[in-house]
Structures are given as C-alpha cells and as structure tokens.
C-alpha cells in the first residue's frame, strides 16, 4: 500500500495467516474505493487536522467450531449488515495460522458518504453546540456491537449443529462466579506445540482456581439444602452437638485401626471447629452454613477483581517488554536520512510495527501520566501476587470448615436416624464382622 501522505509503502506480502481481505462499501461509496490503497488515501486526505482518528478497529474472535470459509462468511455477514448498512466503509481481514486463534480485523471508516460520494462532516455546531451527524462513537454502540456479535456467532455455530454459545456479558454482569481466564494470543502457538508461556499459566491457576470454587460452592448448596429441608418442628428435641459428636464416635468402633486413626484426627477438628466458632445447636449450624456460603461468595468476588487485574498488569507489562525491545531499532530508523529510510524499514517492518503497536497500546493505558509507569505496574503486581496467595489460604480454611461441616451431617442424620437403608445394611454387616 502506497501512502500519499509521506510517500511511503506498506508492505504486508510476507504477512502469515491471513485467508481473506475484503472491503465493503455502502451505497454512494465511489466504486475504487474497493481498493483498499484507494480508500485509506482518500480517508486521509478528508481530515484536515493532524490529531484526527482516521479508522475505527473493531478485532472479533471467530468460533473454532466452524471452518475457516465458514468463519469467513461469518466475519463479511457482521460487517455487511452491522456496519457497512450504517454507512461504514469496512475493510475486513481475516487471520488464521492454524494454531486455535482464528480472528478478524475489521477497519472502519469515521465519516458518513454523502449522497454525490463525497465523505461527509463528522459533525456541526448548533448554538454553540457540537453535534455529530451520526451516532457512531456513542459508548452505547460498543454494548450493541458485541451482542450483536454474541448472536451472529450464535447463530452461525447453531445452523452448524453446535450447542456452544457464547455470551457478549462479562461472568460478573451473568451472575457467574467463574474467574475469567486470559486471551493467549500469540502465546496460543507456544502452548500448542507444548511450551508453557507465562498467559498460559495464568490460565491454567485460573482453571485449578475456578474447580476449586465450583466444588466449595456445590457442597455448601447441598449442606445448606439438608439443613433447611429438615422436619426439625416435628423432632421433639433437636440434637445437641454432643449428641452428633457422640454419633460419630460411636461408627468409629466397627473401623480397621488405620482407619481410627484417620477418624480421630477428623474428630479432632470437627470438635475444634464446633470451639471455635461457639455452635451447640442444629440452628446455630445452619446459621453458619449461611455464613460459609457468603463468604464463599465474596471470597470468589475478590478473587475475581484480583485475577482480572492481574490480567490486565500482565498485558501492560508484556508490551513495556516489546516496545524496550524493539526500541533500538526504532530509534536507528529515525536517526537514518530519510532517503534511507525506506529500505531499513523493509528489513525490520516485523520490529517497527511492533514497536508502534506497543506504543500505542501504553499510550491508551497511561491514564493521564506521561511516562510508561513500568515500576509502579510491577510493585502493585507483586502485592497482588501476595494477596491472592492469602486468599488461597482463606480458602483452604474455608474448604476444611466444610469439610467438618459434612461430618456434623452425617452425625445429625444418623441421630436423627435418617440414614438410607443401603448405609443401614452396611452398617450391619460391619456389625456382624
């Protein structure tokens, strides 16, 4: 692509992965503008200040699920009829290397055409008022583009026979307390031909931490479910916890001797749980079921905020590392005599643009500040990193209360002799030995 405003070429030939390009035009659209040269040098020659945003990038992840023509017709379908039918001209690119990340780019124009093919102004004042003339930068629009993308994928995935779905919404705004893993990018290559990558182990504690957090929330729901489906108003005198304590001493004595041992040491902390959180009744214990179940909520609460911030410090940091890289050879580019210029950039177009995209990716993650605050970004990484590991302890402390709470059930149930008639039997038979 050849640049009319600094007299440069673009080369993109030796770009991998890339299995289709495309630009769709809307009505009044001059028909050259289906070059994309054409497009892009004309939407520049349209702005008159040097600070004005030239395109809009919208990146979609496509559905593994699907072929990559598939993909293709997905990607051309979401821009044609949520874009391009709003008076976008859309330049889309689809990229698929073969290792699991298929995905599009899609490039768009910020001004509307007229009907004589001219672009049109991006707003007018009225009353001392800047009004645009269309409603594309408004925050709504995102919201809408993605759910519109949640169901063009859905409904893609579902005319192919496939029951997975996906969902535009963050796990916090569904109401899951599932932590969300990270995007691998290109770390997905590395992780495919074996090699652990630093996204990849995030993904893999997030996956340890998200089982752990199911399997603490499925044994509390079904505690919390035993005690409050109890007839207890029908019991003359609820058990006591000496009396549920004693009935799980008592099946202590039809157990091999490892097995006492086992028993006792389970023993040990049931009765130390009880001490230490002061329970004596049924009610008591299900009042701290309750207890245990919030607490499992805001644990998985801050575990979430924690792993999501993490996340996104990683990312910050792993661009700080491409763009010191890469800075050698951007500053070598710039020091050349522009007649020069042109043939460096040939041989390290991988290192400038990535130079250039790190730059601008810390440009927008500045928030307000003028240099790349790199060190601050490692000091609260390192403090979130020893708060997470603090919560893994609360956790375990968590997981082992339940643990004594199961064993209270089954103490109250047998008291209760509210045993099933398969235990009955065992229990029998163990007599009999």
């Known amino acids: 692509m050849y640049s009319e405003y600094d007299g440069s070429t ?53 559905p593994r699920e699907l072929t990559q023509q598939q993909n293709i017709e997905l990607a051309r379908k979401f821009a044609d009829e949520i874009f391009v039918n709003n008076g976008m001209c859309a330049d889309i690119c689809v990229h698929d290397t073969g290792v699991g990340n298929p995905h599009a780019h899609i490039m768009l124009t910020m001004r509307p055409i007229e009907k004589d093919g001219k672009w049109g102004q991006k707003s007018y004042r009225k009353n001392g008022k800047k009004i645009p003339t269309v409603d594309w930068n408004d925050r709504d629009k995102m919201e809408q583009w993605r759910k519109a993308w949640s169901e063009f994928c859905n409904a893609a995935l579902e005319n192919q026979g496939v029951k997975n779905n996906i969902d535009h919404r963050s796990y916090e705004r569904q109401g899951n307390e599932q932590i969300p893993t990270v995007h691998l990018g290109p770390a997905a290559w590395m992780e495919k031909k074996g090699f652990k990558t630093e996204r990849g182990n995030i993904n893999r504690e997030v996956a340890v931490s998200n089982n752990e957090l199911r399997q603490i929330k499925g044994r509390i729901k079904k505690l919390k479910t035993w005690l409050y489906s109890q007839p207890f108003e029908q019991i003359e005198k609820a058990p006591s916890m000496s009396d549920v304590l004693q009935n799980i001493k008592i099946t202590e004595q039809f157990r091999s001797n490892a097995r006492k041992i086992a028993d006792l040491q389970a023993f040990a902390n049931v009765v130390n749980f009880l001490r230490d959180n002061d329970l004596g009744s049924v009610d008591e214990l299900a009042d701290k079921v309750t207890d245990m179940q919030q607490s499992q909520y805001d644990l998985a609460g801050v575990i979430k905020k924690h792993e999501r911030r993490l996340a996104t410090l990683d990312l910050h940091l792993h661009n700080v590392k491409i763009y010191d890289d890469s800075k050698p050879v951007y500053q070598e580019y710039i020091a050349l005599p522009k ?75 047998r008291f209760m002799g509210d045993i099933a008639p398969e235990r009955k039997a065992h229990r029998k038979n163990e007599k009999s030995l």
Not at 358 to 372: C, D
Not at 376 to 390: F, G, T
């Open 10 to 62: 673009h080369d993109y030939t030796r770009k991998s992965g890339v299995i289709h390009t495309e630009v769709l035009l809307p009505e009044n659209a001059p028909a050259e503008y289906k070059n994309r040269s054409v497009l892009w040098n004309s939407v520049e020659q349209s702005e008159r200040y040097k600070t004005a945003q030239l395109a809009r990038e919208v990146e979609v992840s496509l």
């Open 339 to 413: 007649s020069k210029r042109e043939s460096f950039k040939v041989k390290n177009i991988a290192a400038l643009n990535a130079h250039e995209t790190s730059h601008q990716y810390l440009i927008s993650a500045f928030n307000g500040r003028t240099t790349v605050p790199s060190a601050a970004w490692k000091l609260e990484r390192k403090k979130l990193r020893s708060e997470r590991y603090e919560l893994c302890d609360k956790y375990f402390s968590l997981k082992a209360d339940v643990k004594s709470m199961e064993s209270l059930r089954r103490g109250a149930e």
